[in-house]
């Protein structure tokens, strides 16, 4: 089992900046690729951004690529979500999630979820 908690969702204005993390505990952390997704309401939740487990590899939906950044450091257990720019249609309880490679990185069925923290972005 992994244990995800997320923290740092806030409220900002547009053009804004806010930094999320995810802290992990459980089995070893680097075995596993963690990805962020978000659920906007009445909206599905989507994929927002993923990371491998070295952090070399990074992926990004349109709508975050340039904006937001990801990166991880195994040595505490935490991946992060740099997220500049905001818009209004940021604002969504975002949710860190991890998988040990067995669905693809923009997959919504990764093994292990957090519990979500919202953001919301005014004008």
């Known amino acids: 089992q992994v244990q995800l908690v997320e923290s740092g969702g806030g409220s900002v204005q547009a053009g804004g900046s806010l930094r999320l993390s995810c802290a992990a505990s459980?089995?070893?952390?680097?075995?596993?690729?963690l990805g962020w997704f978000r659920q906007a309401p009445g909206k599905e939740r989507e994929f927002v951004s993923a990371?491998?487990?070295?952090?070399?590899?990074?992926y990004y939906s349109d709508s975050a690529k340039g904006r937001f950044t990801i990166s991880r450091d195994n040595a505490k257990n935490t991946v992060y979500l740099q997220m500049n720019s905001l818009k209004l249609e940021d604002t969504a309880v975002y949710y860190c999630?991890?998988?040990?490679?067995?669905?693809?990185?923009?997959?919504?069925?990764?093994?292990?979820w957090g519990q979500g923290t919202q953001v919301t972005v005014s004008s």
């Open positions: 459980g089995r070893t952390f680097s075995n596993y690729r």
């Open positions: 999630a991890a998988d040990y490679g067995r669905h693809s990185y923009r997959s919504l069925n990764y093994d292990y």
């Open positions: 990371i491998s487990w070295s952090g070399d590899v990074k």
